[in-house]
């Protein structure tokens, strides 16, 4: 194989016909302008919902039956006000900032297979598409904080691009697994290979790099306990304090696609896509080549991927209404000092996962019953050793090693 060729074996050949861009600027028009901002405003709604009951309240209630219409008078509201930019802000900047962040989150929808067939573009390298277009959104967030010219502004884009930089390198590794059994950046692919193979959480090496996947997506999209980027609090509002009127609904609408997204990523990578069931060619046995198997089939599908990506959005709700905010050291240690070990451990353990399991091609129960006993017992030491490690260096260190500015704890008691 030549050099040329070697280039290129990862390229698949799009025919950049009429039909082509006509289908992709239907998908363009329709989820930007249509679908996804819906979503997103039922998803504030359905927030508001749960935080409410969480704290014995009621929620939204008077706009529409069930406060159902409160969304549009929302996105009304948001439209109509005026949008006031202070006069030393970089008026270009200022606004391309908000952009940038809903356009990262918006692409990265483009390679997620939601069915069969179901999937915008299907590059071969789909996995490292969506990590270069969601690394598009820290840089937006880092300009939205220099052009308004506030310090509280540039100290909350600081403080989220340190977060975000930070917590992406977990989740990225958090990945590799996936890839490495699938033997393919194509998320499609991962897709297909869960039905033979089952569900990549429902092993060890797998449940944890999910967990690992979790963790670092919520602090990717500023949720609690990681919403130091907004930690009112402390730097008012963060980034986006100088925006008003529907600048800050562009920031608003990206954080909570962001969550969308993160969602079906995870549910695409480690539970099986839209399958209802693991190690089952349900309901992909419906196509028979006929348009209405394809249709039952993917009615199924596409139900099932909402479904999934509806408890893991509720786990976030749940999560911000129940646990406090981190201080800003003790969660950049977190993802430092545990996270990036975690996923280095996981890696090996994935790879014994491919030797015992995936190599043969097929699921062998013997096979399958060694690997679920041996490596779960691997992962748990691995988990145990990582913050076992962590609890001795922090009892060994300084008494005043956790406070992040100089100065002793009698100083600060004012002894």
């Known amino acids: 194989m030549d050099v040329g060729t070697a280039l290129i074996a990862q390229s698949h050949r799009v025919d950049l016909s009429l039909s082509t861009a006509i289908v992709w600027a239907l998908w363009l028009f329709v989820g930007f302008a249509g679908v996804f901002p819906g979503i997103v405003a039922y998803m504030v709604w359905l927030e508001r919902k749960v935080a409410a009951r969480f704290q014995d309240r009621i929620g939204p209630n008077r706009v529409g039956p069930f406060g159902l219409l409160q969304p549009i008078a929302d996105a009304i509201k948001l439209i109509i006000k005026e949008s006031i930019v202070p006069r030393p802000a970089d008026g270009l900047i200022h606004l391309i900032a908000p952009v940038l962040v809903l356009v990262s989150a918006f692409l990265s929808l483009a390679v997620v297979p939601f069915a069969v067939g179901l999937a915008p573009i299907d590059p071969p390298?789909?996995?490292?598409?969506?990590?270069?277009?969601?690394?598009?959104?820290p840089l937006g967030i880092f300009l939205a904080g220099w052009s308004s010219r506030n310090k509280y502004s540039l100290l909350g884009a600081m403080r989220a691009v340190a977060q975000l930089v930070s917590y992406e390198i977990p989740q990225v590794l958090s990945t590799i697994p996936v890839a490495l059994w699938a033997g393919s950046l194509s998320l499609v692919?991962?897709?297909?290979?869960?039905?033979?193979?089952g569900w990549n959480a429902f092993n060890p090496p797998g449940f944890l790099a999910f967990v690992i996947f979790l963790i670092a997506g919520a602090a990717e999209v500023n949720?609690?306990?990681?919403?130091?980027?907004?930690?009112?609090?402390?730097?008012?509002?963060?980034?986006?304090?100088?925006?008003?009127?529907?600048?800050?609904?562009?920031?608003?609408?990206?954080?909570y696609l962001s969550v969308f997204v993160v969602g079906c990523v995870a549910t695409v990578l480690f539970l099986g896509g839209g399958a209802p069931l693991p190690f089952s060619a349900f309901p992909r046995n419906l196509i028979d080549g006929s348009l209405g198997?394809?249709?039952?089939?993917?009615?199924?599908?596409l139900t099932v991927f909402l479904l999934k990506v509806l408890l893991f959005i509720f786990v976030m709700f749940w999560v911000r209404a129940t646990l406090p905010r981190m201080r800003i050291d003790r969660l950049m240690n977190f993802a430092w000092k545990y996270l990036v070990p975690l996923c280095l451990l996981n890696i090996l353990l994935a790879a014994a996962w491919f030797e015992v399991v995936v190599r043969p091609g097929r699921v062998v129960a013997s096979r399958w019953a060694t690997g679920m006993i041996v490596l779960g017992m691997l992962t748990a030491g691995a988990v145990q050793l990582v913050f076992r490690v962590n609890r001795r260096l922090a009892?060994?260190?300084?008494?005043?090693?956790?406070?992040?500015?100089?100065?002793?704890?009698?100083?600060?008691?004012g002894r």
Not at 235 to 247: D, F, K, L, N, V
Request: glycine content about 8%.
């Open 293 to 301: 198997g394809l249709v039952a089939a993917n009615a199924i599908l």
């Open 395 to 413: 009892a060994a260190a300084p008494i005043d090693a956790d406070w992040p500015t100089v100065g002793s704890r009698a100083a600060r008691a």
């Open 189 to 197: 692919t991962i897709f297909d290979h869960q039905a033979t193979f």
């Open 223 to 255: 949720r609690t306990p990681f919403d130091i980027p907004e930690a009112e609090s402390e730097i008012i509002a963060g980034y986006h304090t100088e925006y008003s009127g529907m600048r800050f609904g562009l920031f608003f609408l990206a954080e």
């Open 125 to 137: 390298s789909g996995l490292v598409y969506l990590i270069a277009v969601s690394s598009v959104g």
